[in-house]
T-cell receptor, first 117, second 115 residues
Framework: ETGVTQTPRHLVMGMTNKKSLKCEQH?????MYWYKQSAKKPLELMFV???????ENNSVPSRFSPECPNSSHLFLHLHTLQPEDSALYLC????????????????FGPGTRLTVL | AQKVTQAQTEISVVEKEDVTLDCVYE???????LFWYKQPPSGELVFLIR??????QNEISGRYSWNFQKSTSSFNFTITASQVVDSAVYFC????????????FGTGTSLTVIP
């Protein structure tokens, strides 16, 4: 496996279900991100992890719960979602911006297309 | 405030035509980076280019070229002799010195190249 992988690629769930999205990066990066992409809207950054520590949470509802057990894996746990949460969820990774201030490009996975019924 | 505007929502061109995708940004940071990504129908965003705020030289990579102008806060992307495989959604993004690891993406421009 190379790059950034995401599973599952498609997910349909009811509002009372609990499911998890998985992301794995094979690039040796130390920062990982979750984005939400809805139609006609800019990509919305949800969470950022640097060296396994969550550094940003952009006012995301608590029904979305991230987990980063190590620098290569990132999960997004979902529970009691709403139909408006249906979207493409993208995971990305990069080298973290360190003391040198490097601005590193993010590499994206193929996304999980989530439909909430 | 950080903001990226891609005013062109959808563009259609006939194969072999040249096409320019516009990107205008707002930032108060003096140090920042600009990016372009391509999102084909498969969904994965593909990194195309990174440009820092101190380097205004235009860049060419094959059929792709980028025109960075700080005076107009623009970072436009031109595809020369377009091909059907260029059909995708293209995103411009900004990351500034005060934004941590956060990227600010535009809403994207959907490009359709007609054979």
């Amino acid at each position: 496996e190379t790059g950034v992988t995401q599973t599952p690629r498609h997910l349909v769930m009811g509002m009372t279900n609990k499911k998890s999205l998985k992301c794995e990066q094979h690039l040796g990066h130390n920062a990982m991100y979750w984005y939400k992409q809805s139609a006609k809207k800019p990509l919305e950054l949800m969470f950022v992890y640097n060296f396994k520590e969550q550094t940003e949470n952009n006012s995301v509802p608590s029904r979305f719960s991230p987990e980063c057990p190590n620098s290569s894996h990132l999960f997004l746990h979902l529970h009691t979602l709403q139909p408006e949460d249906s979207a493409l969820y993208l995971c990305a990774s990069s080298q973290a911006r360190g003391l040198a201030g490097a601005y590193n490009e993010q590499f994206f996975g193929p996304g999980t297309r989530l439909t909430v019924l | 405030a950080q903001k990226v505007t891609q005013a062109q929502t959808e563009i259609s061109v006939v194969e072999k035509e040249d096409v320019t995708l516009d990107c205008v940004y707002e930032t108060r940071d003096t140090t920042y980076y600009l990016f372009w990504y391509k999102q084909p129908p498969s969904g994965e965003l593909v990194f195309l280019i990174r440009r820092n705020s101190f380097d205004e030289q235009n860049e060419i990579s094959g059929r792709y070229s980028w025109n960075f102008q700080k005076s107009t806060s623009s970072f436009n992307f031109t595809i020369t002799a377009s091909q059907v495989v260029d059909s995708a959604v293209y995103f411009c993004a900004l990351s500034g010195s005060n934004t941590g690891n956060q990227f600010y993406f535009g809403t994207g421009t959907s490009l359709t190249v007609i054979p």
